[in-house]
């Protein structure tokens, strides 16, 4: 094999790997808590409705007692 047909894969390696690290280092210094407004399919979860409780939703309001 031609040297420098080597040299040129083994640049190419040394990029996909420069390049792979790169992501990985991104990824990691991103595992903080994130701030900021959630992305749309995590606000759409939350907007589902679980599963409702009994409670005063729906029944009318008691009749206010009028002093005289």
Known sequence: ???TKMLAELRQERQAI????LTLDRL???QGKRR???PAWMA???EKPAVKKPGR???PPKAAKESD
């Open 44 to 46: 759409a979860l939350k």
């Open 57 to 59: 939703r729906g029944r």
């Open 36 to 38: 900021g407004r959630p």
């Open 1 to 3: 094999m031609d040297v």
């Open 28 to 30: 990691a210094r991103g």
């Open 18 to 21: 420069e390049e792979a690290i």
